[in-house]
């Protein structure tokens, strides 16, 4: 039988009791740290931040793979990453590495391999995504532990992943949310102006709602098989993990505003729509949640493997980017199907480089939050017309408080892709001796990318 | 035009008739295999099905069972081998959870954003199976939970029309306990046991007599908790051993009663089908019999048929269908709602008003359309708003549910068709057949010689080069048969500036090669298929199931097919047959 938060109800009744709110100031104050600015006053190291980045249909090898290799000055960005030019310091390009599962199943198979490791089933997905993997890790109290999930497009794409890109394990998406008003809003109720609030009674009814669904939950269990005992026993962490955010509803953070999508970014466009501006509403909220520490960890989904979706904001209208550009099937020729496909991939990057630059001017700590992240990039195949796994689209951004080392183009011809991942899952997770299962799995990571 | 088939991939077809196999095209290990002569791979040893379901074990079960029996499947049907899965809990779909919510709180009640259904074999009864509820879900069902109750308890004349009373003081305990009860009884689909029933009404109280709050709100927070609860939010039926069955898994009456509510209703059960469990009668066939009769005679049966039809004919792709405004003048969005309307309006009225023949909807000629999309199918306006009866006249090339606009424009691209999935869709929704992904390595396609090159002509290199030809000439030869249609669904003459060619044929396994010319002479071809009514049965009994239609089912779908053929093909007779069936009442089948 799970334990019940009890203390956590006595200490919202507690609060109740008083009839006043307790306001918590960010936890990041210059005042809290140390001298040097790498560690909090009482010692515990500062929070680093995991977050997964995708995009669909590939890339065309030749335009993304940078020259020449090394670091700083000895390489420079190509033509399909020149976007990220304003946070070069940061990336780390690894190219030449080969996805080792069997294709068999066309932006399924590659995708799914490069975010867990592994093939996909019967079920689609096998094993738990690397975000999933790490978040345990990082989270500590956080809000949202499992991670704050977000997606640009909601269009799906062909014989592909489906349209999530995190997942705690078989049959167990984190499906995104579309909505950057929906997101907002959630955020929202975390967030005070530092005066203080009376306690909303409804949390305490809240919470002992969940504690009643959780005796349900229990009582359930006990007459499942395993594979839905495992079920139940997922549903009721997601009934702990909301308790945890009812309960930090009480307690509200002191913060800046938070940036409000339809204030900012009113003509956007609707939800699932692929726009600049919807990314960078988007790219707002996360990067508030991450420096507010509500979530040390997220996925943002561009477009899903293989999307079909409408280009229109880059001038590609009309058409579905998967079949028209990277297939180059557009009526109007291959010339023009070559160029719309550039132009999409840089448009994907130009995306990437608003959350990283967003990222990189948020003060954190003795430096920035992308200082203190790491953002895995990746996509669901190399070169998009023959689903090649070869030449496999990999970045890594941030320096993940140090432990990563950046700004260099890392070439490993034919090397494991699970080698980037299983490199992360031990930077930040802690030491681990494999990631990823048969072909996928690797036990040994790249030393380039530590610091 | 006939598609010759050689390459020694007819061997592994003909194979496939007998052994339940899927067909695959090419290997999907490595590039140098696919480049093998087709002639080597002269259908001896059987490559495995791509369909990651499928293990080898698997086809050489399908395979012996066939075989051993000495006959071919008579009607063509293929299904995959596999053991029987456990039963599990089943997650409510977000239209199960939508109607549930209205039929327990009102039918005006806010529905919020809820988890996204994962669809396996394009239904999502069958992801409900095995999907788990994500934190993120879980959040997105309180609030949507919160919201419902919240809006009922926020005036007390709604609490009194939807529950009978109002819970007024403290001490009206038989107000709150009477609502608590029924309430749970109906969305745990089953009547609460005591615990339960003290759990819920201890919540009402403790809340109802916080500091500043009233019954009222104790009620309301007690109705959130059954209805956050695992117990109402997946549906709990995994049988119990039966005794006089040989000790078989059988569904228990309440257990029962929540299937037959999620499968005519989409809902939870009424108090009358809980008391038909509560007295035993869902312990027979012809107690079911009864209920189901009343259940599908009640207007809300015609709920899930709507899914069904959305989800058999993938109308999810024309939601998200995006189309040139420059190539389609006459294109709206607004068109897309009302073509979906269409298609479940035509299914609808042939259930149950016409009660009639369902197949016939492959080539009949009645539709349903409103003013927007009479104008833009050329048919008379009515002048009123909303749905109106019509029929496309004799000399139109439009005919059957393959020329409803949902099918045409939701399987096709932004600016042209694509034969190729139109193909797909009628080949795996309605002739049965597993299509599985592409090979990896695709060689591009040759650059577009021009605009007058048809995609006939493009799509031509598919079944030359035999690495593709094993997988699209199952779909290509039926998708040029659509071609007299264009992306939004109008019918064409000229493709660019070349003439049509809609010219088809239904080839394959259950297929009698019938040629054709246009859409029209494709459903009346395909009516005519011996494989398309036992496909049909197949996919309403692995929707209706929850899981996919397996080999071990095959006696079972057969009689059925068989039933469903005889009652000239009445959907409404189908799904009363089926829910009296074994493999309905069973978790586990007869021996």
């Not at chain 1, 009376?198 to 594979?227: F, I, K, T, W």
């Not at chain 1, 960890?297 to 409408?310: E, K, P, Q, R």
């Not at chain 2, 956050?228 to 709990?236: D, G, K, L, N, T």
């Not at chain 2, 397996?550 to 068989?562: F, T, V, Y």
Request: aromatic residues 6%; proline residues 7%; negative net charge.
């Amino acid at each position: 039988m799970r334990s019940r938060p009890i203390s956590r109800r006595a200490v919202l009744r507690g609060m109740l009791v008083g009839g006043v709110s307790v306001t918590v100031p960010l936890p990041r104050l210059a005042g809290m740290l140390n001298g040097n600015g790498t560690a909090y006053a009482q010692g515990a190291p500062l929070p680093v931040r995991f977050g997964t980045w995708f995009f669909g249909n590939g890339i065309i090898p030749d335009r993304w793979v940078p020259s020449s290799t090394g670091q700083a000055d000895a390489w420079q960005l190509s033509e399909q990453l020149e976007p990220l030019a304003q946070v070069k310091p940061w990336l780390s390009v690894l190219t030449g590495l080969s996805i080792k599962v069997p294709n068999n199943s066309p932006h399924a198979s590659h995708p799914c391999a490069a975010l867990t490791g592994a093939q996909t089933g019967p079920g689609q997905v096998q094993s738990a995504s690397i975000d999933q993997l790490i978040a345990p890790a990082i989270s500590g109290d956080t809000a949202f532990p499992s991670g704050i999930h977000a997606a640009l497009s909601n269009q799906t794409g062909a014989t592909a992943l489906g349209l999530a890109i995190s997942y705690r394990g078989p049959n167990a998406a984190n499906p995104p949310t579309y909505s950057p008003t929906a997101l907002y809003q959630q955020l929202l109720g975390f967030t005070s102006d530092g005066t203080s609030r009376p306690v909303d009674p409804a949390l305490l009814y809240r919470q002992s709602v969940l504690d009643a669904v959780a005796e349900d939950a229990n009582a359930l269990r006990q007459r499942l098989g395993a594979q839905d005992q495992l079920r139940l026993d997922h549903h009721l962490d997601g009934l702990h993990e909301l308790q945890g955010r009812i309960t930090r509803l009480a307690m509200p953070l002191s913060t800046g505003p938070l940036p409000n999508p339809d204030q900012l970014y009113p003509a956007r466009g609707a939800d699932g729509l692929i726009s600049r501006e919807r990314g960078q509403a988007f790219a707002d909220l996360l990067v508030f949640a991450l420096a507010s520490d509500l979530s040390r960890v997220f996925s943002y989904m561009f477009t899903c493997a293989a999307s079909h979706g409408d280009y229109a904001d880059c001038g590609l209208a009309n058409s579905s980017f998967h079949e028209d550009y990277g297939h180059r099937l557009s009526k109007s020729g291959l010339s023009a199907a070559t160029r719309g496909f550039n132009t999409g991939v840089k448009y994907a990057m130009s995306n990437l480089a608003d959350l990283l630059t967003k990222m990189k001017s948020v003060p954190d700590g003795n430096g920035t939050l992308l200082d203190n992240s790491c953002v895995y990039i990746t996509s669901c195949t190399s070169e998009s017309q023959t689903h090649s796994g070869n030449d496999y689209p990999l970045l890594v951004a941030g320096k993940a408080g140090g432990r990563l080392r950046s700004d260099q183009h890392v070439r490993l011809l034919d090397e494991n892709v699970s080698k980037v991942p299983f490199t992360l899952l031990n930077a930040l997770g802690g030491p681990t001796e494999t990631f990823g299962r048969a072909e996928g799995s690797v036990s040994s990571g790249i030393a380039e990318l530590l610091a | 035009m006939r598609h010759s088939r050689n390459f020694g991939f007819g061997a592994i077809i003909i194979a496939s008739v007998f052994g339940g196999l899927s067909v695959t095209c090419g290997s999907h290990q490595n590039q140098q295999q696919a480049e093998l002569s087709p002639v080597a791979n002269d259908g001896a040893a059987p490559m495995p099905g791509d369909t990651a379901s499928d293990t080898p074990e698997d086809e050489a079960s399908a395979a012996g069972t066939a075989s051993a029996d000495g006959s071919a499947p008579t009607t063509g049907l293929v299904l995959p081998g596999g053991d029987l899965p456990a039963p599990t809990l089943h997650r409510l779909t977000r239209s199960e959870l939508t109607h549930s919510l209205q039929d327990l709180l009102g039918a005006d009640v806010p529905i919020g954003q809820l988890e996204p259904d994962v669809s396996i074999n394009g239904f999502s009864s069958i992801g409900a199976s095995s999907v788990e509820v994500s934190p993120a879900g879980i959040d997105l069902h309180e609030q949507a939970v919160l919201a419902a109750t919240g809006y009922v308890f926020a005036d007390e004349a709604r609490v009194q029309a939807q529950f009978g009373c109002t819970p007024a003081s403290p001490s009206d305990s038989a107000c709150s306990s009477r609502i608590v009860t029924q309430f749970g009884r109906r969305a745990f689909r089953r009547p609460l046991t005591e615990a339960e029933v003290a759990r819920f009404t201890g919540l009402a109280t403790s809340i109802g007599s916080a500091d500043g709050s009233r019954l009222l709100t104790g009620v309301r927070y007690a109705l959130a908790a059954i209805l956050e609860s695992p117990s109402f939010v997946y549906r709990v039926e995994l049988g119990v051993p039966s005794a006089e069955d040989a000790g078989r898994l059988k569904y228990t009456g309440f257990e029962m009663a929540s299937r037959l509510a999620g499968i005519f209703w989409d809902s939870v059960p009424d108090d009358t089908l809980l008391d038909a469990a509560d007295a035993g009668a869902l312990a027979t066939p012809e107690g079911v019999r009864a209920q189901a009769e009343r259940l599908i005679a009640d207007s809300k049966a015609e709920r899930s048929l709507v899914v069904f039809t959305r989800e058999l004919f993938g109308t999810s792709h024309l939601d998200e269908a995006q189309k040139d405004d420059a190539l389609f003048p006459t294109w709206r969005e607004s068109l897309k709602d009302a073509m979906r309307e269409e298609l479940e309006r035509r299914v609808l009225d042939m259930v149950f008003a016409r009660k009639g023949d369902f197949l016939s909807l492959l080539d009949d000629r009645k539709t349903f359309v409103n003013d927007d999309l009479a104008q833009f199918y050329g048919l008379p306006v009515s002048g009123e708003p909303g749905f109106h009866a019509a029929e496309f006249p004799p000399e139109s090339r439009r005919a059957g549910l393959l020329g409803a606009g949902a099918v045409l424009a939701g399987h096709a691209l932004p600016q042209r068709n694509s034969p190729t999935a139109r193909g797909k869709f009628v080949s795996e929704m309605l002739l049965c057949r597993s299509i599985p992904p592409p090979p990896n390595n695709v060689p591009p396609l040759p650059p577009q010689a021009g605009p007058e090159v048809t995609m006939r002509e493009r799509l031509a290199v598919h079944r030359q080069s035999p690495v593709c030809a094993g997988c699209h000439s199952m779909m290509d030869p039926i998708g040029f048969g659509m071609e007299d249609f264009d992306s939004v669904g109008l019918y064409r003459t000229l493709e660019g500036t070349s003439p049509v060619d809609a010219s088809g044929v239904l080839e394959g396994p259950g297929l009698d090669g019938t040629t054709f010319s246009g859409l029209a002479e494709l459903g009346a071809a395909l009516r005519r298929q011996p494989v398309v009514g036992p496909c049909l049965v197949s996919k309403l009994y692995s929707e209706v199931l929850g899981r996919r239609a397996l080999q071990l089912d095959r006696s079972a779908i057969e009689q059925l097919a068989a039933r469903f053929s005889d009652s000239q093909h009445r959907l409404d007779q189908l799904l009363l047959t089926l829910v009296t069936s074994d493999s309905f009442r069973f978790a586990e089948p007869k021996g």
